[in-house]
């Protein structure tokens, strides 16, 4: 567990014994529970995360399990469905800076954790942007679509480095870096290989996205590792290591779905494309709560 760095509560004669009075009651609004504000921002990102899931679900058709407009008594439009996603990430943002406001300066360890996740959770908000809004922006550019992937992954790659240094992962992030450069000449070939479409049109793009997709994998790897090897307060580790795990499951069935789209794995079902985000705002939800210092009221 880590050691915060606050002053001793000894008394000044050197008993031992708590004080008491108000700093006492400051304490226990503070220690080990999360504020009741952040707890209410929970609820609310539980609300969002019920109502796109339910519209995901009744837009999914009956017949051939494709996602679609389908008639139903719950009419919510896939833009819609986006902008209540979107909304979720902005909480999971909100989530995060008050933790940080609401760690004292003096608990070192959470305090630069939550400043890592403010700045983790900052980039996502913009590449969620592109990845959910992106596309309707193609009408400017007929390579918009190749670009705005290729910004998404680029800066969820740094989000990803961010996520590394604050468990304290240097050295895994490098090994698992070169691992990237030795494997992504292979991994790019099997890719085009079991799906014609990468190498058929735009190579130059799908080139720029395979080097992209290998990077995203090595670091997202590595976040995952060093999150499940850190040491911490048992809720902060359970909060990350579980988030770390949801975001891997959202990250495969990103990768499925978009094989199952390309041709490549056509048997796959087309449920996971409801997969991604059930897992996905969890894991945020997770990794926003996971900075917060649980830890205090037991060690004063």
């Not at 190749?146 to 992962?169: D, K, M, P, Q, S």
Request: proline fraction near 4%.
């Amino acid at each position: 567990m880590y050691h915060t760095g606050e002053r001793s509560c000894s008394g000044g004669d050197g008993s031992g014994a708590t004080p008491t009075g108000s700093n006492n009651g400051s304490n226990n609004g503070n220690a080990g529970g999360l504020p009741r504000f952040a707890l209410l921002l929970v609820c609310a990102n539980a609300a969002l995360y019920a109502l796109f899931m339910l519209s995901d679900g009744f837009r999914m058709r009956a017949g051939d399990g494709s996602v679609g407009p389908a008639a139903t008594p719950f009419p919510v439009t896939e833009f819609a469905s986006e902008c209540l996603k979107y909304a979720g990430i902005c909480v999971c943002l909100a989530i995060a800076l008050l933790v940080l406001r609401r760690t004292p300066r003096g608990t070192v360890p959470h305090r630069r954790d939550a400043g890592h996740q403010v700045a983790i959770l900052a980039f996502t908000l913009v590449a969620d942007f592109f990845l959910l809004f992106g596309k309707y922006f193609e009408f400017a550019n007929s390579d918009w679509r190749y670009e705005y992937l290729a910004w998404t992954l680029t800066i969820f790659c740094v989000a990803h480095a961010i996520a590394i240094h604050r468990y304290g992962g240097g050295k895994v992030m490098w090994v698992m870096l070169a691992c990237a450069g030795l494997g992504h000449t292979p991994a790019a070939k099997f890719l085009i290989s079991e799906i014609p479409a990468l190498g058929s049109q735009n190579a130059d793009y799908y080139d720029a996205l395979l080097s992209l997709i290998v990077l995203y994998a090595a670091l997202i790897i590595a976040a995952t590792v060093t999150a499940f090897v850190r040491k911490q307060a048992r809720a902060n580790n359970l909060l990350s290591r579980l988030g770390m795990a949801l975001f891997v499951l959202c990250d495969m069935n990103v990768f499925l779905w978009n094989a199952r789209e390309m041709g490549a794995l056509p048997d796959i079902p087309a449920w996971t494309y409801i997969l991604m985000w059930a897992f996905y705002l969890p894991a945020q939800t997770m990794l926003a709560l996971s900075a917060w210092d649980f830890g205090r009221g037991r060690q004063r």
